[in-house]
């Protein structure tokens, strides 16, 4: 055969070339398409092609629908019959009250007082929002109302029913979930819903928390009240001992001296002094005439002469004794220093006795009477229905709450399957 010429032969290459370009964009649209294909979601319940990879998405399927059982349908109609006929009835009973001053006590000289007041009112009642939740309070509920045996019912469900052998510790976690406390920071009202399974237990313990409520907001302040009583005696005693010494002492200086009143002795010794002084002025005057007509040596001068004389020397001793002229006796005006300076400490000592009787005498009565109290303005009731449990809206909690898990679960098993299955 005679080889063809390279001019025929050179069409013939150049047809090729759009055919092997044909060839591979079909090859790279074929990939795109499975890849596409492997990309997108799989009806479960339609199945596609046969064998293993059937098998497996009818169980996927029928895995599914087990789990929607188990996990939703399964607790919602146990929760529903419980919920609906099981569930013991529960009573609640609501009260308020605040913590309110003895309006008879002592007013205060000083406004921070007050305040001091009304803060320790406020702390008393932070005091009570914890105190009714306390293991306190439940024990002495459970000496006065028998409470393991209020909750403890044989017609009470079994989910519901305290278990009377149980700890104190126990049934405090136990009363706390049949108790909600709230105080209101504005106003400082506290409020107490209370829930039991008949309307006279919810009454019964209502009340009950309110007595005992009450008496630990007077226990609180009664140390206080006590060591306040006992100050208050121990001064009285101190001050009443100190007005004895000062009376004594009083008496010890008016018995050394002679002298019962300092004040009307003065009075008399300078009306003796100014009565000799008109005496002496006018027996000088009647000298100083008798001189103009009588000798000097004349015994009636004499006389006079020594009168003068006499009178000055008494009124030179009298002044000398209320002053300190005189060395000899104590000075007047020393002993009327003394005697105030002792009338003024005996003064001082009875004043101060009388405020101590007075600040006995108040902390007595204070001790004695209610100083603190609850003024409870909205007292609990019989109740009439029995609000709790709220079954509907439990029942709505465990719909939401099966359903969230359900899908969580069917959500991550299809992230799983894809995964393996790519």
Do not use: C
Request: no cysteine; charged share 25%.
């Amino acid at each position: 055969m005679s080889p063809l010429p390279v001019e025929q032969a050179q069409p013939q290459t150049l047809d090729q070339e759009p055919l092997v370009g044909s060839r591979a964009a079909l090859i790279s649209q074929s990939l795109k398409t499975v890849a596409r294909r492997a990309r997108t979601p799989r009806n479960i319940w339609v199945a596609v092609g046969a064998g293993p990879q059937r098998r497996w998405q009818h169980i996927f399927a029928w895995a599914i629908l087990a789990s929607f059982g188990l996990v939703v349908l399964l607790p919602n109609l146990v929760a529903g019959i419980y919920l609906g006929f099981f569930a013991s009835n529960q009573y609640a009973s609501e009260f308020r009250f605040a913590v309110r001053a003895s309006q008879s006590s002592s007013p205060d000289s000083l406004g921070g007082l007050s305040s001091l007041r009304t803060m320790q009112q406020v702390q008393d009642s932070l005091i009570l929002t914890d105190y009714i939740e306390s293991r306190s309070l439940v024990e002495a509920l459970d000496r006065t109302l028998n409470l393991r045996q209020m909750f403890s019912r044989d017609r009470i469900d079994l989910f519901s029913r305290f278990n009377s052998n149980d700890t104190n510790e126990e049934l405090m976690y136990y009363w706390r979930n049949h108790v909600s406390v709230h105080i209101d920071s504005m106003s400082g009202v506290i409020t107490v819903v209370l829930r039991a399974f008949t309307p006279q237990d919810s009454l019964a313990i209502s009340n009950q928390v309110i007595t005992l409520s009450e008496g630990l907001v007077n226990d609180l302040s009664e140390r206080v009240r006590r060591d306040a009583l006992r100050q208050a005696e121990v001064e009285l005693a101190r001050t009443n001992e100190n007005r004895r010494e000062k009376s004594l002492a009083m008496r010890d200086a008016r018995n050394s001296e002679g002298m019962l009143d300092s004040s009307k002795a003065t009075d008399v010794i300078t009306q003796m002094v100014g009565d000799l002084r008109l005496d002496l002025i006018r027996l000088q005057q009647e000298y100083s005439a008798q001189r103009r007509t009588i000798l000097p040596s004349s015994p009636q001068l004499r006389v006079m002469e020594a009168r003068i004389d006499s009178m000055k020397e008494q009124i030179r001793r009298l002044e000398a004794q209320m002053t300190a002229g005189d060395k000899t006796t104590s000075a007047l005006s020393d002993i009327i220093n003394r005697f105030e300076r002792q009338a003024l400490d005996k003064d001082i000592a009875e004043k101060q006795y009388v405020a101590a009787a007075t600040a006995f005498e108040r902390a007595r009565l204070d001790l004695e009477s209610q100083q603190v109290y609850l003024a409870t303005f909205l007292k609990p009731v019989l109740a009439q229905e029995a609000l709790y449990p709220r079954r509907i809206w439990l029942w709505s909690i465990v719909t939401v709450i099966t359903l969230l898990a359900w899908g969580a679960g069917v959500g991550i098993a299809s992230l799983i399957r894809n995964h393996v299955a790519v």
